[in-house]
């Protein structure tokens, strides 16, 4: 099992390109989520999906879109990339009260 | 007032030492609560789950305390692999969505 897996692994993008980050986990787990860690700060959540088919908004959702395209696939799009959004950002699955996570993308914006 | 709060360290310790450090929670609705263990660049991992009664694994044992609403962690024998950053992560319902501290890095030198 790979687990979950993300793509690319980094990315660098000029202000106002779009991209869209992938996510796929293997484990059959109905639950996935998008954060992004910034230094000094905690993983915050950007999107989250308890269930194929479900989106909800995390706690930083603003310039962002999400689609669940099955039960393994979790995307996240940045329409119009800005330098605010230059960060680490790590998918994740959950089972019960264990999350999983991918190894991350970094993403400069410049 | 952030939701988790951590003590960023660094804590220097050598090999063999026990170093402990907490992490205090802000809502006291907050129902489940974990340590993670991010290493350098990479993805966090879960390191154990806390339990009211407190709980050990191996060489390490994790408190909660809700009347405080502190968590903490100790770490004895301390091993080189040991270095890490270490998150605390604490659930507010039973949807599995996180808050999660900046992180306590805890460097071991020989």
């Known amino acids: 099992n790979a687990g979950v897996t993300q793509t690319p692994k980094f990315q660098v993008l000029k202000t106002g390109q779009s991209m869209t980050l992938q996510c796929a986990q293997d484990m059959n787990h109905n639950s996935m989520y998008w954060y992004r860690q910034d230094p000094g700060m905690g993983l915050r959540l950007i999107y989250y999906?308890?269930?194929?088919?479900?989106?909800d908004k995390g706690e930083v959702p603003n310039g962002y879109n999400v689609s669940r395209l099955n039960k393994r696939e979790f995307s996240l799009r940045l329409e119009s990339a800005a330098p605010s959004q230059t960060s680490v950002y790590f998918c994740?699955?959950?089972?019960?009260?264990?999350?999983?996570f991918g190894p991350g993308t970094r993403l400069t914006v410049l | 007032r952030k939701e988790v709060e951590q003590d960023p360290g660094p804590f220097n310790v050598p090999e063999g030492a026990t170093v402990a450090f907490n992490c205090t929670y802000s809502?006291?609705?907050?129902?489940?609560f974990f340590w993670y263990r991010q290493d350098c660049r990479k993805e966090p991992k879960l390191l154990m789950s806390v339990y009211s009664s407190g709980n050990e694994d191996g060489r390490f044992t994790a408190q909660l305390n809700r009347a405080s609403q502190y968590i903490s962690l100790l770490i004895r024998d301390s091993k080189l692999s040991d270095s890490a950053t270490y998150l605390c992560?604490?659930?507010?319902?039973?949807?599995?969505?996180?808050?999660f501290g900046a992180g306590t890095t805890v460097t071991v030198r020989a």
């Open positions: 809502n006291s609705a907050s129902q489940s």
């Open positions: 994740a699955s959950s089972w019960a009260d264990t999350q999983y």
């Open positions: 992560v604490v659930a507010t319902s039973n949807d599995y969505k996180l808050s």
């Open positions: 999906s308890a269930s194929e088919g479900t989106t």
